[in-house]
């Protein structure tokens, strides 16, 4: 076999049926069954397996970003597959395989083998789908094949990402002391996180700035009062203007975003019985957003460092704004994330999910989504933009994002996905 680099050379450097998600509680590992030949099995296995280990707590590295392992397994799949189907173009390699390569056996192998390198501790599971998907895989030369070209596309790819910047120290972040920037939040007042993630290399930008959002507006603008005046009264754990639907919508999707979106597209991917190429695609596509989108965000927040809703509005009074006015006591429904408000996560992931999605499926998708953090409960949604939308806003009625955040991070996140797919 030979390599050659393919794409972006800057990574060498630095409607159908109605989709259902059930998400029932914290899921354990993927089966380890044969896979359906062509078909969408392999890559949702692999999935469910990932989602799986980052929410066993203790086995995703603090200061490592989860999106990054979402974007590293789904880039090898896809790489893999293409190279051994000679269909497509590769995200970060082109690898020459033999034409009987069995593509299952690739993206099999190459999936195992990015996450036994990212999670050791969970090597034996790992071989066990490795081994159950393999099992189906006939004749054994093509498998065999199949095999070799996964494991080429891991380790490169593996080793392409070795120095990356993700292995940094977070710096640590200085408390913000005039009106308007960022400092630690009640109640744990915990130091922001993720301070060197804007300089992580990303895997398909061209540098993590590349769609800054434009700065925040004024404190002394009528629109920066505007939006404190909503997230106030709407976001307050004591709201009397808070519907109790919005209170739902909140704690619905208050567990980590790029779970809901992986969970989305399996349900879609495995509803309309995509393909194995198609279900690489969309996963690469989703997950390569994902974790350029994260990079593009934290350079966004470190960039502008600005106070998060808790502290705009009990300190009101000092931002020169005679529409504002300090709510001394004033506390969020949801517990303030540990980072700076703009833009916002939520948006700026939704909308990357929703615009990739749109792209393979088509605007108006019926949607069962359900919460990790809900168990039993599931809200329903007519298109992938709905759900965004909600996904969004529902951090304003938590109380812990305004609706400039919100709207820069949808903006953010479009542009961010709208890039990936043209690459």
Not at 355 to 375: A, F, I, K, T
């Amino acid at each position: 076999m030979t390599t050659s680099m393919s794409r972006r050379t800057l990574l060498a450097t630095g409607g159908a049926a109605a989709a259902v998600l059930a998400t029932t509680g914290l899921p354990g590992p993927a089966a380890a069954a044969p896979v359906r030949p062509g078909g969408a099995d392999v890559v949702l296995a692999w999935n469910r397996e990932l989602l799986a280990i980052v929410r066993t707590a203790g086995l995703q590295p603090p200061t490592v970003h989860p999106t990054r392992s979402f974007a590293l397994l789904h880039a090898a799949i896809h790489d893999a597959v293409v190279a051994v189907t000679g269909t497509g173009r590769p995200y970060l390699f082109t690898v020459d395989a033999p034409g009987r390569a069995a593509p299952e056996a690739a993206a099999a192998q190459a999936a195992h083998d990015v996450l036994a390198a990212l999670y050791p501790t969970r090597a034996g599971d790992l071989a066990s789908l490795l081994a159950g998907q393999l099992a189906g895989v006939t004749p054994p030369a093509a498998r065999d094949a199949g095999v070799r070209a996964g494991r080429l596309v891991a380790r490169l790819l593996l080793g392409l990402r070795a120095n990356d910047g993700s292995a940094a120290t977070p710096p640590a972040l200085p408390p913000g002391t005039a009106p308007g920037q960022y400092r630690p939040t009640p109640p744990a007042f915990a130091p922001a996180v993720f301070t060197h993630w804007a300089a992580v290399t990303p895997f398909v930008l061209d540098r993590p700035g590349q769609f800054r959002p434009r700065p925040y507006p004024a404190l002394s603008s009528a629109r920066y009062a505007t939006a404190l005046h909503e997230v106030a009264a709407a976001g307050r754990d004591t709201s009397t203007t808070r519907t109790a639907d919005e209170t739902g919508q909140a704690r619905f999707w208050a567990a980590p975003i790029w779970n809901y979106w992986n969970e989305i597209a399996q349900s879609v991917v495995g509803g309309s019985r995509s393909s194995l190429l198609v279900a690489a695609r969309v996963f690469a596509r989703l997950n390569l957003s994902f974790a350029d989108a994260v990079i593009a965000f934290y350079d966004a927040k470190y960039h502008y460092r600005i106070w998060r809703p808790v502290t705009a509005i009990r300190l009101a009074g000092e931002d020169g704004n005679p529409a504002t006015g300090a709510v001394p006591d004033w506390s969020s429904l949801a517990t303030t994330p540990a980072d700076p408000a703009y833009p916002g996560a939520h948006s700026v992931i939704s909308q990357a999910g929703a615009l990739v999605l749109r792209q393979e499926y088509g605007p108006r998708w019926p949607l069962e989504v359900g919460s990790e953090v809900l168990p039993g409960v599931v809200r329903r949604f007519s298109a992938f933009q709905a759900a965004a939308d909600e996904a969004g806003l529902s951090r304003i009625v938590a109380g812990v994002h305004t609706r400039l955040d919100h709207e820069a991070g949808r903006q953010l996140g479009h542009d961010v996905a709208a890039f990936v797919l043209r690459s």
